[in-house]
């Protein structure tokens, strides 16, 4: 069984940064895709950013130019930088890791953004 570990959140005032980073158990590169994805209070769980075992990006366009996927494969780590954060991005944020046979999700880390 996947597992996926999200670290990294926390309280930051608008304009700052946070790096969140998702320990995957497995090679990374067994994966046909991973991505993060964030949920605000009352609304759905809503894709920021995923890249492919290629490597090929996709961002929200809420997030485009300001967050940054990248994988670090010496840690097999999945990592989101975000940077001129905003109080809008305000939720818990969620590791995603897609095989061809199943999908499966972090727990999630939460992220405050402060006007």
């Known amino acids: 069984q996947v597992q996926l570990v999200e670290s990294g959140g926390g309280l930051v005032q608008a304009g700052g940064s946070l790096r969140l980073s998702c320990a995957v158990s497995g090679n990374i590169f067994s994966f046909v895709a991973m991505g993060w994805y964030r949920q605000a209070p009352g609304k759905q769980r809503d894709l920021v950013a995923t890249?492919?075992?290629?490597?090929?990006?996709t961002y929200a366009v809420s997030v485009k130019g300001r967050f940054t996927i990248s994988r670090d494969v010496v840690k097999n780590t999945v990592d989101l930088q975000m940077n001129s954060l905003k109080p809008e991005d305000t939720a818990v944020y969620y590791c995603?890791?897609?095989?061809?046979?199943?999908?499966?999700w972090g727990q999630g880390t939460q992220v405050t953004v402060s006007s």
């Open positions: 890249i492919t075992r290629g490597g090929s990006t």
């Open positions: 995603k890791a897609e095989r061809y046979t199943d999908v499966s």
